[in-house]
């Protein structure tokens, strides 16, 4: 929808900014805020800032800052940008993440270029006008793919107020406020509202104290959104509203759930939507917020209980933010086949010869999680820490016909294995882990770099022909001459080696458009066993799972033929993967397609942090 031509001169902003301690959620909030606005029919879009003076997410380990997020640019930014595409089914660009290092980076090259014609350049003006600028140009971007810029763009502030790095984009974005006018800046602090067990009271003081560092700092909130363990007493909120000068219906809880899903609804039952309305103007403009599809979707979340047990086997298996995404594919697709997800973390190390004298139980345990699942997962990653053991992973999904998605990464592995079991070829490997290998199955592409690691991959969204017709994934991709998908990899399988491949038995059934870069192996002689170069789960949303993490899911519960079935018969759809934007995922229970009451269950979107370890 969007609002007409007269209402959308002015851009609308919102900004969500957080308090007291970091890891609250600002970034699930903001995306439930933006799809509670889309849901009352205006067009939104968003942009994170991030304090940190790295260019971009690329180069920081997932054990510091959780996964990197791949968008169709190439732009490997902060995972929030996942959350909000997931959320509100945009495709955003890599400017839509603002970092210190990248402003800086900009104002710096004006200053050599002598755009600043002999002036002294300073935080105030030069990088927070710099700041300002790069907001407003990246607001105006359409994300949703009509013409023309949104109606809302939604700014989350990463770290938390007073934190010394965010000093400039808080001065900026107080002088932006002012610029824009009221009206079209509306505030939402998110604070923590903490319960001493002791007392068992709700505790103010600290959002008190965030509120009045908020307010030195320039800025005033609209609204508080306060995150607690249960619903705010209605003494604690007059008492916040009595101090922080907010409205006491402009205090939202924002209290645990038990899925993610359930922070829009939330939302909307306390009215944010309204309170967000009044202090854009545009109470008028919108309508009732629809989410009809979401509710339907989050009841059928809910009350899943049938599991299906999906071995995760990677190097960074101690945080679930570093593969964050891959999560979120599996629940999307857990949910579209009504089962409930269940992840089994596997540390690639313990399961490899070394460990099993070393730590006899820890080795038991990973294997008896391995065997004990319904399918196997390798997701991507860089490094020869646990390779071994993911080798070993695809080993055993290959030979015990059990369901296997391997991941970039995880796709070269099991090439690799294959050469080594199937060709007898028991040096193969990956150049990456052993360059004097007489036999390398997996190489250096020609176009990478090994001196700067940063943006020198083959990044972003990349064509995908299928080469054999009636493969597997060509019918989850409802049959598709073509897909497009994202990438992030730096070593591809040796096109030299292929016809070996292809004479045992290993079908590379997608290619690049020059049929020399494999993209997605199959082994026809199983029931599924699929690999992928690129990383599917970037696209996957939660009204349109994607179509090889269903494929994993339905091998593993037993639906897949049926899913196979119903692809296969379907009219081609739009390349973009699965959707022309009709719910394509139908929803199996024992083989047979069903609907929700509203005849729909499509349109959940996922940031979903409910998924049972």
């Not at 897949?560 to 079935?565: P, R």
Request: proline share 5%.
């Amino acid at each position: 929808m969007g609002l007409g031509r007269e209402e959308a001169l002015t851009m609308k902003y919102v900004l969500v900014t957080g308090g007291v301690v970091s890891g609250l959620g600002k970034g699930v909030t903001a995306s439930s805020i933006g799809l509670l606005l889309k849901a009352c029919g205006l067009r939104v879009t968003s942009i994170k800032i991030d304090p940190y003076l790295n260019t971009d997410a690329g180069t920081m380990s997932p054990f510091e800052h959780g996964e990197v997020f791949v968008l169709d640019d190439g732009g490997e930014v902060d995972l929030d940008l996942g959350n909000y595409e997931r959320f509100l089914d945009i495709k955003l660009t890599r400017d839509n993440n603002i970092t210190t290092g990248k402003i800086y980076q900009s104002v710096l090259e004006k200053e050599r270029r002598g755009d600043y014609l002999g002036k002294t350049v300073q935080v105030v003006p030069h990088i927070t006008d710099a700041i300002q600028e790069w907001i407003e140009r990246v607001a105006s971007i359409p994300v949703d793919g009509k013409e023309g810029p949104a109606d809302v763009c939604v700014i989350e502030l990463g770290g938390t107020i007073g934190d010394i790095e965010s000093m400039p984009f808080i001065e900026a974005l107080g002088q932006f406020s002012y610029h824009v006018g009221p009206g079209n800046f509306c505030l939402i602090h998110v604070s923590l509202v903490p319960v001493l067990n002791v007392v068992g009271e709700q505790k103010t003081k600290p959002t008190q104290h965030s509120v009045r560092g908020l307010r030195g700092l320039g800025l005033t909130p609209n609204i508080l959104a306060c995150r607690s363990t249960k619903a705010l007493e209605d003494n604690v909120k007059a008492k916040l509203s009595q101090f922080c000068h907010v409205a006491a219906e402009n205090i939202l809880t924002l209290y645990d759930v038990p899925n993610i899903w359930h922070i829009p609804l939330l939302l909307r039952d306390q009215k944010a939507h309204e309170a967000i309305l009044k202090g854009l103007n545009l109470l008028g403009v919108a309508r009732e917020p629809d989410l009809q599809e979401w509710t339907a979707r989050t009841r059928v979340y809910d009350i899943l209980h049938e599991p299906v047990r999906i071995a995760m086997v990677g190097k960074y298996t101690g945080l679930s933010d570093s593969y964050l995404s891959v999560l979120k594919a599996l629940l999307h697709a857990s949910v579209a086949c009504r089962r409930k997800l269940v992840v089994e973390w596997v540390a690639a190390g313990d399961l490899e010869d070394v460990t099993a004298t070393e730590a006899p139980d820890v080795y038991k345990n990973a294997w008896d999680l391995l065997k004990g699942s319904d399918g196997v997962l390798v997701p991507g990653g860089f490094g020869d820490r646990g390779v071994q053991g993911k080798i070993l992973a695809a080993k055993y999904a290959r030979e015990n016909k059990v369901p296997f998605l391997g991941i970039c990464l995880g796709m070269q592995i099991a090439v690799i294995e294959f050469a080594r079991s199937a060709l007898g070829l028991h040096d193969a490997n990956s150049t990456e882990f052993d360059p004097e290998t007489s036999h390398p199955c997996v190489i250096f592409m020609p176009e990478g770099s090994k001196t700067y690691m940063g943006g020198t991959m083959r990044l972003g969204s990349r064509r995908t022909y299928f080469k054999v017709p009636n493969c597997k994934s060509a019918k989850l991709y409802s049959n598709a001459s073509f897909v497009d998908e994202r990438h992030r990899h730096r070593y591809e399988v040796n096109p030299n080696m292929v016809p070996q491949f292809e004479n045992a038995g290993l079908s590379f059934v997608g290619r690049d458009e020059t049929g020399q870069r494999m993209e997605i192996i199959e082994l026809p002689s199983h029931p599924y066993f699929v690999g992928t170069q690129f990383h599917p789960e970037f696209k996957s949303r939660p009204g349109k799972p994607s179509a090889l993490f269903l494929g994993l899911i339905a091998a593993a519960s037993g639906q897949l033929d049926a899913v196979l079935q119903n692809y296969g018969n379907e009219s081609k759809l739009l390349p973009n993967g699965i959707s022309n934007g009709k719910p394509s995922v139908k929803t199996y229970q024992n083989g047979n397609a069903i609907k929700s009451s509203n005849g729909s269950l499509n349109g959940v979107y996922s940031n979903g942090n409910g998924v049972h370890h």
